[in-house]
């Protein structure tokens, strides 16, 4: 408002003052708009660097953030710092008016306490939680008083890894406002030397490209990028910053010999990357889920992904391709030679992939080590060629074996070690924690490829970083009287354009020299010889000293250490997960590593209703249930539990679940109706498909209860445009189609194929219904003591495959098959001291929430699993269009 009131003034003048007093008054407003451009919500962040220092492919990190409050009371100032996954947090600090805050690195359980007891006192914020693909994100905010300054320092470390031929490290750039002093700094210090040093940013213009200082000559690389004030605009006369994206760095070093060693201080680091090795012959089999619920665009791009992958496919290759949905089909009996001839009639194949039925993923996955394994046996394959499973999967296996300790037991036994098994885990309707497990424990690792537009693109890049293999069985290996706390050291594969790194500690701290062994299998022959390195030839290549950062070596050993234990622990079970466990706690918190094992305590200043915090590190299967950054949260215990997959259900008396996988999180709500009230639950005139509910209560009113339990007695399942309609109980199913009637009991096993439908039956447990191009659905089944005084059987639904139906689908779970926003505010105790309240913004309203949790029965109908959820009041009001009764329908079709 002071602007226009100036303007206003302005615009009188000139009748009354002369043009110098105009002048005045104009320099005076632009001086003013210039210093309102660096101010947003009375805060200014005049300050931020970002300083790497690169010794060894290992980087060192450092974000420094300082901000002043102009304002006339206190504010609150954020710190929002986007890091890559792969990232460790090492250190966290904010200065407040000379006043520093460290952040306290403890165990995870610990701090856990720490943290609840806090939350019982109304404070405390969650830190750090998954943002992206390759990124999660630490944010921490403060009040501070009128005219304080703030200083944020935040240190993260990570081992770069070499791909493609090059190392890549990537900061996220995205100060949101304008900053008067903005910084990148990236020093690279590499004793082999280095050969090429690029740096790009996805929000960088032509302009802002000249500004990048980019140099390096031998051992030293440099660059820098400084933008003025003006240049961090989106527009001359705009005062958004054009700084929002990545910042890319990339390099690779002198290769004169296979390897590279270096010795300091006791520990030692062996970089082996050999180049210009013969690629070796490759034998992939593509297993590929064909399911219903790969129909529509995931199965398109899975197409066009596998015939971009057959243009790059080499004649000497072998491959196959297996599908599998409620059936398995394979292409070919066996292996084939990549020919012109043969890749031809595989284009016309894969043109060819369409979707049906359910998931027999065991059925899949056996068929192809089974025919791996037959083509060794048998010699169709060259003896010396590198054999990969690539298996990709939207859903979880529901027919044949379903249990997945089970089918990893069996693909464990079946592959012996012998080829990696490489899972590909498509979107988020995945169990991704079995995926991972299973390819760990087979010599391969777990890939989430992403449901956006690129999926097709992700689904080639990961191909390409296993598509050229050069060595078989790499085994490095160091006298075992020398060396003590090794790295892992045996590798079956070594691809084209990668690195393997291998770090140990001497046993003999003052010993200077070292010998390795080296062992693989190459496409002609046998690779084998010996290296030495010795610390004075380390010493003289690390004489720059001010690119060194304190004992480094040591410090890449204990990331890498730290990173291996943490991946063999997730295939671990027993005694010995609990020794990789105490292992790794011990040296995450001796180096003061956040990992999944500890977390950082940071402490506020008390005054201004500041809380104190707690971060976590994420992991990919264990996505975070927390919410964007607020002023307090709920108990850990809530926020660090991970959703089995994102899907839609109700269940209970009734709850309904709703994800929000954006958010990584959900919304629950209760419908309180009386018994014999038929719900709308899903609606879509596109598809004919429709599913509504009938509630049964308990045996004889509980006269204690001010409101009496109801359930799902039956459900009515339809898909018009077939004429289908299924009729669920606790008691039966009933099919009909047309005038003819099919019916089955909850004692049945039963696989139903017939058109528009596929049904499962598993006995006393659930059915698994597909129908409509891919939608699925899971009806489990609750049984209680049959003599029971109150509770009696009663029926949950869960949608597997919404993303199936048309954007017209409604109902009380159908609505929130589009997506929905909220947004979560004012974390406060609540009366269940278990339980805080919330105020959430969601639809143009404002609700009083409580987080709790509500049950997931579709694995286990007894018991379920608890799932973290932000509770809607008063059947949903605020949340779902209109109000409940407007969807009482008159009868279940």
Known sequence: MENHLLLCILLLIPTFASSDVLVTHVRNIKKRNADNDLVVNGIEIYSMKIDSKITSRFAHNVITSQAVNRGNVHKEVVFDVELPKTAFITNFSMT?????????????????????????????????????????????????????????????????????????????????????????????????????????????????????????????????????????????????????????????VKRTTPDNLQIVNGYFVHFFAPTDLPKLPKNVIFVIDISGSMSGREIQQTREALLKILDDIKEDDFFNFILFGSEVHTWKETLIKATPENLDEARKFVQGIDTEGLTNLYGGIMRGINMLNAAHEENLVPKRSASIIIMLTDGQPNVGISNTQDIQAHVKKATEGKYPLYN???????????????????????????????????????????????????????????????????????YDGSEIVVAGRFIDHNQNSLTVDVRGEGANDALSYTTQQDTEQTAKAFQEQEYIFGDYIERLWAYLTIEQLLEKRIAATGEEKENLTAKALDLSLKYKFVTPLTSMVVTKPEDFDNQDGIADKPTEGQGLMGVNRVSAAPPLSYLYTAHPTWYTSVDGDPHFIVSVPQKEDAICFNINENPGAVLKLINDPVTGITINGELIG????????????????????????????????????????????????????????????????????????????????????????????????????????????????????????????????????????????????????????????????????????????????????????????DYIVSSLF
């Open 96 to 252: 407040i008016d000379g006043v520093t805050y460290p952040g306290t690195i403890k165990e995870k359980e610990v701090a856990k306490k720490q943290y609840e007891k806090a939350v019982s006192k109304g404070q405390t914020a969650g830190l750090v939680k998954a943002s992206g693909r390759k990124t999660e994100k630490f944010t921490v905010s403060v009040n501070i008083a009128a005219a304080s300054e703030v200083t944020f320092e935040l240190t993260y470390e990570e081992l770069l890894k070499r791909q493609f031929g090059k190392y890549e490290m990537f900061i996220k750039v995205k100060p949101k406002q304008l900053v008067k002093d903005f910084e990148i700094e990236v020093d690279i210090f590499e004793p082999q030397g280095i050969t090429e040093l690029e740096a790009e940013g996805t929000f960088i213009t032509n302009d802002l490209q000249n500004i990048i200082e980019k140099k390096f000559s031998d051992k030293k690389g440099h660059i820098s990028f400084k933008p003025s004030l003006d240049q961090q605009r989106t527009c001359a006369n705009c005062s958004q910053s054009a700084l929002d994206g990545d910042f890319t760095v990339r390099y690779d």
């Open 424 to 494: 590909l885990g498509f979107g988020y309707g995945v169990d991704y924690n079995f995926l991972e497990k299973m390819a760990l424990e087979n010599k391969g690792l777990a890939r989430r490829i992403y449901p956006d537009s690129d999926a097709a693109l992700q689904l080639q890049g990961f191909y390409d970083e296993v598509s050229n293999p050069m060595l078989t069985d790499v085994e490095l290996n160091y006298p075992e009287n020398e060396i003590s706390d090794l790295t892992k050291n045996s590798f079956k594969h070594f």
């Open 698 to 885: 308990d045996k004889r009113a509980n006269s204690d209860a001010k409101i009496q339990n109801t359930y799902f007695g039956k459900l009515g399942i339809a898909n018009k445009h077939l004429d289908l309609k299924l009729t669920v109980t606790p008691e039966k199913i009933t099919i009909q189609n047309g005038n003819e009637k099919t019916g089955f009991t909850w004692l049945d096993s039963v696989t139903l194929q017939q058109e528009g439908l596929t049904l499962i039956i598993n006995s006393k447990k659930n059915l698994v219904l597909s129908m409509g191009g891919g939608v699925s659905f899971v009806v489990v089944l609750h049984e209680v003591w049959k003599k029971h005084p109150l509770h009696q059987d009663f029926l949950g639904l869960y949608t597997l495959q919404s993303d199936k139906l048309s954007e017209q689908t409604h109902g009380l779970l159908g609505q929130f098959f589009h997506p929905i926003d909220f947004t979560i505010l004012e974390i406060h105790p609540g009366s269940d001291p278990e339980k805080p309240d919330a105020t959430m913004l969601v639809k143009n309203n404002e609700l009083t929430v409580t987080r709790g949790w509500q049950k997931d029965f579709r694995r286990d109908p007894k018991h379920g699993v608890d799932i973290p959820c932000w509770f809607v009041h008063n059947n949903g009001a605020g949340l779902i269009d209109g109000v409940h009764t």
